[in-house]
């Protein structure tokens, strides 16, 4: 059975600091997805990461794939208080035959001013 | 172009009662899925269905739950004789194509008392 994990599952930090979330599969692939959540709300699409190596950057988060490893991780460069939500990785487990995706635990993160 | 639209935003049930969720995919979209997420988890594929096709329900109970995707009209899942288990945000996503980029909407809170 495909598991996707996310560490941590809960980060508070200071506004201004950095720090990077982990998200480890334990199948084959080459497509993983990140999401924001906020509360109450559907997932906002972050990024798509198609290959190994791929790098993709949007204002503080950068995102990172590691298919031999299978290892994306987010990294939160200078946080700010807007950016608390609860991020999401998703793993598109093909070739499976049908195409679903399996969420990762997710990792509240709260930024303190 | 209206996103992934989800109706009722809350339902309220009292157990053994019949829970109708809605799900207008996007202008466009022809593939379907639904996801179940519970407290402090991510979220959980149920179903994938195209139009009057059914393609993986894997991730669906046996019994009591439900889906379709007629030819005309929203895609429905359906939830017989709900229990207090069955409380969670139910969430759908849609996409153009196989392969393609899932849009989520806003899902639909369901409360069983």
């Known amino acids: 059975e495909l598991k996707v994990e996310q560490n941590p599952l809960f980060l508070s930090m200071q506004e201004g600091k950095n720090y990077t979330i982990y998200c480890n599969y334990s199948?084959?692939?080459?497509?993983l997805y990140w999401y924001r959540q906020d509360p109450g709300k559907s997932l906002e699409s972050l990024f798509v990461l198609l290959s190994n190596g791929a790098v993709k950057q949007e204002g503080r988060l950068m995102a990172s794939l590691d298919t031999k490893a299978r290892l994306s991780t987010l990294h939160i460069t200078a946080a700010v208080h807007d950016l608390s939500a609860t991020y999401f990785c998703?793993?598109?487990?093909?070739?499976?035959?049908?195409?679903?995706?399996?969420f990762g635990t997710g990792t509240r993160l709260k930024v303190l001013a | 172009n209206a996103g992934v639209m989800q109706n009722p935003r809350h339902l309220v049930r009292r157990r053994g009662q019949e829970a109708r969720l809605r799900c207008s995919p996007m202008k466009g979209h022809s593939h379907v899925y639904w996801y179940r997420q519970l407290p402090e988890e991510g979220l959980k594929f149920m179903v994938y269905l195209q139009k009057e096709n059914i393609i993986d329900e894997s991730g669906m109970p046996k019994e009591r739950f439900s889906a379709e995707f007629p030819k005309e009209g929203p895609s429905i899942l359906r939830i017989q004789q709900v229990v207090r288990g069955d409380s969670a945000a139910y969430f759908c996503?849609?996409?153009?194509?196989?392969?393609?980029?899932?849009?989520f909407g806003s899902g639909t809170q369901l409360s069983v008392l």
């Open positions: 199948t084959t692939s080459d497509r």
């Open positions: 996503a849609s996409s153009r194509g196989y392969g393609e980029k899932l849009f």
């Open positions: 998703a793993v598109d487990p093909r070739p499976s035959g049908t195409y679903k995706y399996i």
